[in-house]
């Protein structure tokens, strides 16, 4: 994302199965993160748990549940930012899900 977006430099892009998985993966992030002193500047979207966003100043952090991740398509939309792989947290199975329109809560 640098020198592509003014606002941060780097998106992390996950997702969950369902909003409990969704709720407790960005907590869990969230809780790591205060652990090694380092704040949010801000968190979004708990209560609804089907897109979190995690503000951490130049790195945001953006947790789905599936249908959300698929609608918004964060990848095609900043298609032109390099890719980073994670060893073993990136894999084909991984990959996001194809865009489809959001259920509605």
């Known amino acids: 994302m640098r020198g592509i977006s003014a606002y941060c430099d780097t998106f992390v892009i996950c997702h969950g199965s369902n909003r409990r998985q969704v709720r407790a993966i960005a907590e869990g992030v969230a809780e790591d993160l205060r652990a090694k002193g380092v704040r949010a500047v801000g968190l979004e979207g708990l209560d609804a748990s089907r897109w979190v966003l995690i503000d951490l100043g130049d790195l945001l952090v953006h947790v789905f549940d599936e249908p959300m ?15 980073v792989d994670v060893p073993g947290l990136t894999s084909p199975e991984l990959r996001p899900p194809r865009p489809r329109a959001p259920l509605h809560a």
């Open 69 to 83: 991740r698929g609608f918004y398509d964060l990848e095609s939309l900043w298609s032109d930012a390099p890719r």
